[in-house]
Nanobody, 117 residues
Framework: QVQLVESGGGLMQAGGSLRLSCARSGSQPSLNYMGWYRQSPGNERELVAEITYNGTTNYADSVKGRYSIYSDNAKNTLYLQMDNLKPEDTAVYYC???????????WGQGTQVTVTV
């Protein structure tokens, strides 16, 4: 069984930075896609950033140039560096790991990020 625990959320003023962490325990073959999603009230959960096993990254247009996703495989931890935060970045952020075929997908419990003007 794979478990994911996020940390690092909080309250920040616009223009500030936060770094989210996602610690992973347990293992399962082919969980090669790791990502961060977010959901704000009244909206669907959306992909923020994703990284594949070979280091290929993908970002939502709204965060390109401001967010950076990376992993430390030795620590089994996924990170999301968020710079130049904006009020519209306010959401619950979720960590996800999945197989390429999406037949297995695991989620963390979420961490709240609130950005004030």
């Amino acid at each position: 069984q794979v478990q994911l625990v996020e940390s690092g959320g909080g309250l920040m003023q616009a223009g500030g930075s936060l770094r989210l962490s996602c610690a992973r325990s347990g293992s399962q073959p082919s969980l090669n896609y790791m990502g961060w999603y977010r959901q704000s009230p009244g909206n669907e959960r959306e992909l923020v950033a994703e990284i594949t096993y070979n280091g290929t990254t993908n970002y939502a247009d709204s965060v390109k140039g401001r967010y950076s996703i990376y992993s430390d495989n030795a620590k089994n931890t996924l990170y999301l560096q968020m710079d130049n935060l904006k009020p519209e970045d306010t959401a619950v952020y979720y960590c996800n790991v999945r197989t390429p075929w999406r037949n297995y997908s695991y989620w963390g419990q979420g961490t709240q990020v609130t950005v004030t003007v």
